[in-house]
């Protein structure tokens, strides 16, 4: 499974339910990357969405702890276990865990890869990612050039798990 989310320099990456700020290369990037695979996303990140509607050409998994919560185009879980079992017989790296922060933490033990974009710049932020820079089970295997978007800089990172641990 793999993790794909777009950060500022502070691992910020919401601000009142909303992204911190909308790259269009960002949104083609994820848009390519996850197109034909499955999504794993919290109730409030498909509810941001235009329309809160689920992604087209994927398929939509919502976690969600309010038990009578339906989704049209969406299959909703309760526990990370549930969406695990869902997704046990899929090829891993075609599996993308889409947030939100909450979301993220829980299913950052269960990934091997995170597809980061590195926004060079601070936001202010309500909800952040675990900072993989700072933790020894994550690495650095591949990084973009500096890529630009009017006034800002970011780049396109790969980090792997050095050892996966679930």
């Given at each position: 499974?793999?993790?794909i989310?777009?950060?500022?320099?502070?691992?910020?990456?919401?601000?009142?339910n909303?992204?911190?700020?909308?790259i269009?290369s960002?949104?083609?990037?994820?848009?390519?990357?996850?197109s034909?695979?499955t999504?794993?996303?919290g109730?409030k990140?498909?509810?941001?969405?235009?329309?809160?509607?689920?992604?087209?050409?994927?398929?939509?998994?919502?976690?969600?702890?309010?038990?009578?919560?339906k989704a049209?185009?969406?299959?909703?879980?309760?526990s990370?276990?549930?969406?695990?079992d869902?997704?046990?017989?899929?090829?891993?790296?075609?599996?993308f865990c889409?947030?939100?922060?909450?979301?993220?933490?829980q299913?950052?033990?269960?990934?091997?890869?995170?597809?980061?974009?590195?926004?060079?710049?601070?936001?202010?932020a309500?909800?952040?990612?675990?900072?993989?820079?700072?933790?020894?089970?994550?690495?650095?295997?591949?990084?973009s050039?500096?890529?630009?978007?009017f006034?800002?800089t970011?780049?396109?990172?790969?980090?792997?798990?050095?050892?996966?641990t679930?």
């Amino acid at each position: 499974m793999q993790i794909i989310v777009a950060v500022d320099s502070r691992w910020g990456i919401g601000y009142r339910n909303k992204l911190l700020v909308r790259i269009p290369s960002d949104q083609r990037f994820f848009r390519e990357t996850t197109s034909g695979g499955t999504v794993i996303m919290g109730r409030k990140t498909l509810e941001s969405f235009p329309g809160g509607r689920p992604l087209p050409n994927r398929r939509n998994i919502v976690m969600t702890k309010e038990p009578s919560y339906k989704a049209e185009g969406c299959e909703v879980v309760h526990s990370l276990e549930e969406a695990l079992d869902l997704v046990k017989d899929e090829d891993p790296d075609r599996v993308f865990c889409i947030g939100g922060a909450s979301v993220y933490r829980q299913f950052l033990p269960f990934c091997s890869n995170a597809l980061v974009t590195k926004i060079d710049h601070v936001y202010e932020a309500d909800a952040h990612f675990p900072d993989l820079d700072t933790d020894p089970e994550w690495e650095i295997v591949s990084e973009s050039e500096e890529q630009t978007y009017f006034d800002l800089t970011y780049h396109f990172l790969t980090y792997r798990r050095k050892i996966l641990t679930k």
